[in-house]
C-alpha cells in the first residue's frame, strides 16, 4: 500500500523540470524609476539582440552561472548608466530629459516622504480642533457622528 496522496486518488505525481533555457540580450534605454541616486534610470527595451540569444541546456546554464552579485555590485554609477544609454543609442538630450523627469519625481517622494512625518501631529491637532470645537457647543461625540450620517 502506497502513502503518497497522489497515488492513492488515481492521479500521477506532478514533475516540473527545464530542458533548454534561452539567454537574450535585450537593449537599454532611458527608464522612468526616480530610484537611482542622480542622473536618468535605465531600464530594459522591450526588443533584444536576435543574434545574440543563447540556448543552453539547463545543467550547462548552472555550471556557466558564476556566484550572485550583491546589492552594491549591481549599483551603476551616474556616468556608467550614462555611457550604457549613449552606447544604445539615446541621445544627450533624451538622457537629460529623463534625468529632468527623474529630479522632479526624487523631489515629489521626498515631500511625501517629509510630509507623513508629521502625519500624527497633523491628526493630533485635528483631533484637538475637533474636542475643542464640541466643548465649546455643548456638543457630545454621538450628536456630532449623528450631523454626518
Known sequence: MSTNGAALNGTQPRKVSFGVVEIRKHFVTVGDNPACLSGAPITLGWTHDE??????????????????????????????????LIGNGVTRAEINEATRHANIDRQGRRDTFQSLKFGKVHEGIESFGRKFKRVITFTSKEAELEKLW
Open 51 to 84: 543574434s545574440s540569444v543563447l540556448r543552453l541546456l539547463m545543467d550547462e546554464y548552472e555550471e556557466q552561472e558564476g556566484p550572485k552579485r550583491t546589492g552594491r555590485e549591481l549599483f551603476l554609477d551616474r556616468e556608467t548608466r550614462d555611457s550604457i
